[in-house]
T-cell receptor, first 116, second 113 residues
């Protein structure tokens, strides 16, 4: 299957700082990208969906001003957690889907965020 | 909310077939059945998907009942590396927000030596 990468794989930051996570589709053009969050022992929860060049669509309960998403190119989306707090500590996973293969959606390896 | 129901956990002996059931009694005619799995601390991995016919690939087989209200994922010869949480997801084929993958709680499969 297609490859989706994330960087960094893990990050530790102090409370109040901002953290940027990158998601790249390595061998296909991702017209739609998704960001999920997963707390320990829980399932993945969809945070937002973004289409290249458009504003992201956030799921209910997800603060758009806190979780900034930029999908500026067909191979790159970024998630910025602004003014991070300990309760934002989680496993963040991106996913990408191409226009040519609607049924195909691939996931990145995830980023472990720990806010002290 | 997820539209599927799965048992929370299952055990399987190494080398034997693992049969993971999923109920999706409210599935509509334009929804596919997808299976993903997540090994601990990794991103989900696509396994297989189908609409109404049975499907097979190098990883698994998917058996969908004729009324499409349930399905079974079959790993023919489970190995220790197949230990993971398996997610059954129904997803609309026509796109929009209903085409998003919404994860339920899945089944934690433990393959034992």
């Amino acid at each position: 299957g297609a490859v989706v990468s994330q960087h960094p794989s893990r990050v530790i930051c102090k409370s109040g700082t901002s953290v940027k996570i990158e998601c790249r589709s390595l061998d296909f053009q991702a017209t739609t990208m998704f960001w999920y969050r997963q707390f320990p022992k829980q399932s993945l929860m969809l945070m937002a969906t973004s289409n290249e060049g458009s504003k992201a669509t956030y799921e209910q309960g997800v603060e758009k001003d806190k979780f900034l998403i930029n999908h500026a190119s067909l191979t790159l989306s970024t998630l910025t957690v602004t003014s991070a707090h300990p309760e934002d500590s989680s496993f963040y996973i991106c996913s990408a889907r191409s226009s040519g293969g609607y049924n195909e959606q691939f996931f990145g390896p995830g980023t472990r965020l720990t806010v002290l | 909310d997820a539209k599927t129901t799965q048992p929370p956990s299952m055990d399987c002996a190494e080398g034997r077939a693992a049969n993971l059931p999923c109920n999706h009694s409210t599935i509509s005619g334009n929804e596919y059945v997808y299976w993903y799995r997540q090994i601990h601390s990794q991103g989900p991995q696509y396994i297989i998907h189908g609409l109404k016919n049975n499907e097979t690939n190098e990883m698994a087989s998917l058996i969908i009942t004729e009324d499409r209200k349930s399905s079974t994922l079959i790993l023919p010869h489970a190995t220790l590396r197949d230990t993971a949480v398996y997610y059954c997801i129904v997803r609309e084929i026509y796109g929009g927000s209903q085409g998003n993958l919404i994860f339920g709680k899945g089944t934690k499969l433990s393959v034992k030596p």
